[in-house]
């Protein structure tokens, strides 16, 4: 049985924009068979291609959570799909879906072992995916906790309190969602802040969204002065920069920043979260704005919730999902260049094989 793997084959540098040559895809041993004890065989579907995997490629991560990944040797990722081919372990049956958080290996079939605890993997509820198993790391995955955890954590929505709400990468994984569930939970006007008509246009068409900002092609603070008349309360803060900045000077009294991501700068060696303007730093004392760093792996006791919340809305036909797919296995590096450039609308995902 062949099997084929990505592997890291150069880093770009702290400073430097990855590029497709960075990836490897290449032919790799098929995993020992029979299973030892405690051993799943699995088939890989579908994995996660994520922004915040950027700091991987560097010598140091610059965090405690992820681990960089080292030249030559199996790519992992935040998440992705499976079916077990092969099983020693009575709670993972052959034929049934699993779902894998933190270190899913970019590899076609490959071993998980209970007792080496590198990823946790869960039996994948197929009542909640139907017939689309890449849900599972899109907007019932880490995307989606993501979304509603930070808007519920660190937003502050107040049913009542006709707020408006502004999210950056507003076309992205976590800016799509963000947008629909502030809408859900109580915001009043939603805006969102992308790079293309397209994604404008979809945001507005198909998710829901009252009004889209281009920063490529407009400007940015008379934008948002017109979409946002009574002030900002709340920003879903996914891109970081000159951006972030633009909305901070328009928000509110007491009004709230969910520091998500700041993918403008993951290209730069800066520390995370990256320094801020004296300027800002300013408005955000003087108008007592919160901007607190919002990581979703410190509300592990909230995830089940969460799923079943954005589960409801799903099957409630409340929530949209998009989803941009590379088919192929060899296509991850290409997939995870152009998620870097923008090239996705929605979740990211690589299909790398069919579960039959």
């Known amino acids: 049985m062949e099997n084929y793997r990505v592997i890291l084959n150069s880093r770009p540098g702290a400073n430097g924009e990855p590029r497709e040559d960075h990836f490897t895809y290449e032919q790799c041993p098929y995993p020992e068979v029979p299973c030892r004890p405690g051993c799943v065989l699995i088939k890989n579907l579908y994995l996660s291609v994520d922004p915040a995997l950027r700091c991987r490629m560097n010598d140091d991560t610059g965090v405690t959570y992820m681990k960089a990944w080292q030249i030559g040797e199996t790519i992992d ?96 994984a976590c800016g799509s969602l963000a947008g629909q569930i502030a809408r859900l939970e109580g915001c009043t006007n939603v805006v969102g802040i992308c790079g293309s008509d397209k994604k404008c246009e979809v945001i ?59 993918i403008s700068v993951y290209n730069t060696d800066v520390a995370y979260p990256p320094p801020i303007p004296e300027e800002i730093q300013h408005i955000l004392k003087t108008k007592n704005i919160t901007r607190d760093r919002f990581l979703v792996v410190n509300y592990p006791d909230k995830f089940e919730a969460a799923v079943k919340q954005l589960a409801e809305w799903l099957m409630a036909d409340k929530i949209k999902v998009s989803e941009t797919i590379a088919e192929g296995l060899e296509k991850a590096g290409k997939a995870f260049v152009s998620m870097m450039n923008g090239g996705n609308i929605g979740k990211q995902i690589v299909h790398v094989a069919d579960q039959d």
């Open 77 to 172: 990722g935040l998440e992705g799909v499976g079916v077990v081919v092969e099983s020693a372990t009575p709670s993972f049956p052959v034929g049934g879906l699993v779902e894998g958080l933190m270190c899913w290996p970019w590899k076609k079939y490959f071993l998980w072992d209970t007792k080496a605890g590198n990823m946790k993997l869960n039996k994948l509820d197929e009542t909640l995916i139907g017939h689309k198993p890449s849900l599972a790391i899109s907007c019932l995955g880490l995307v989606g906790v993501t979304s509603l955890l930070g808007v519920r954590e660190k937003g502050c929505v107040t049913p009542t309190g006709n707020q408006t709400f502004v999210v950056s990468g507003a076309a992205g």
């Open 204 to 262: 507005t068409k198909e998710f829901g969204f009252n009004s889209a900002v281009n920063y490529k092609t407009q400007n940015v603070a008379e934008k948002l002065q017109q979409t946002c008349p009574a002030g900002i309360d709340i920003y879903f803060d996914n891109v970081g920069g000159e951006i972030s900045n633009t909305v901070i000077k328009q928000m509110n009294q007491n009004s709230h920043v969910i520091l998500c991501g700041q």
